[in-house]
T-cell receptor, first 110, second 117 residues
Framework: DAKTTQPNSMESNEEEPVHLPCNHS???????IHWYRQLPSQGPEYVIH???SNVNNRMASLAIAEDRKSSTLILHRATLRDAAVYYCIPLYNQGGKLIFGQGTELSVKP | DAGVIQSPRHEVTEMGQEVTLRCKPI?????LFWYRQTMMRGLELLIYFNNNVPIDDSGMPEDRFSAKMPNASFSTLKIQPSEPRDSAVYFCASRSSGNRYSNQPQHFGDGTRLSIL
């Protein structure tokens, strides 16, 4: 299984951009990179996923390094509701299983 | 749209009792996953089903745990007998997929908070 490294915690100010990094140096060529987040007292929520090129959706953007050993989740304007634990998860060769690490706990200050 | 529905939301019971957690996946989804979350171990996958068939139960901690999916719209996770160390939040998730390796996102329920006294 591909191993990931994320900072334990990050802090942001409201309405500022946030860049959440993830290292996945052992990722295989066919592993997609998925991001989920978990708000307090809720189940995890899908955010975005990608393989090689950068991806955008209504929630966030995903920037994937050219060598695919790292990626960055970008929240363009953080809101208080974005305070959550963010998980970076390489997928595919695990049979579609999500293997959650410790994630990054993001706090957003008003 | 109705999401994944889990019941009960909270369960408090004494050790030794049988506990049954229930999950209704999103209609049309054909993969279902059971996870457990604790402070010590984080989120762990227990078992998952594809088209009602268990595919991987390697995360089930021991024989006291069992899971069934009798049809596409219902699954149960049973603990018998329960122990205090089983206290955790249990999540169910579902996903639409053409095969077991799908990249489709998983949709999670709100979880069942289980306390074994």
């Amino acid at each position: 299984d591909a191993k990931t490294t994320q900072p334990n915690s990050m802090e942001s100010n409201e309405e500022e951009p946030v860049h959440l990094p993830c290292n996945h140096s052992t990722i295989s060529g066919t592993d997609y990179i998925h991001w989920y987040r978990q708000l307090p007292s809720q189940g995890p929520e899908y955010v975005i996923h990608g393989l090689t090129s950068n991806v955008n959706n209504r929630m966030a953007s995903l920037a994937i390094a050219e060598d695919r050993k790292s990626s960055t989740l970008i929240l363009h304007r953080a809101t208080l509701r974005d305070a959550a634990v963010y998980y970076c998860i390489p997928l595919y060769n695990q049979g579609g299983k999500l293997i959650f690490g410790q994630g990054t706990e993001l706090s957003v200050k008003p | 749209d109705a999401g994944v529905i889990q019941s009960p939301r909270h369960e408090v019971t004494e050790m030794g009792q049988e506990v049954t957690l229930r999950c209704k996946p999103i209609s049309g989804h054909n993969s279902l996953f059971w996870y457990r979350q604790t402070m010590m171990r984080g989120l762990e996958l227990l078992i998952y089903f594809n088209n009602n068939v268990p595919i991987d139960d390697s995360g089930m901690p021991e024989d006291r745990f069992s899971a069934k999916m009798p049809n596409a719209s219902f699954s149960t996770l049973k603990i018998q007998p329960s122990e205090p160390r089983d206290s955790a939040v249990y999540f169910c998730a579902s996903r639409s997929s053409g095969n077991r390796y799908s990249n489709q996102p998983q949709h999670f329920g709100d979880g069942t908070r289980l306390s074994i006294l």
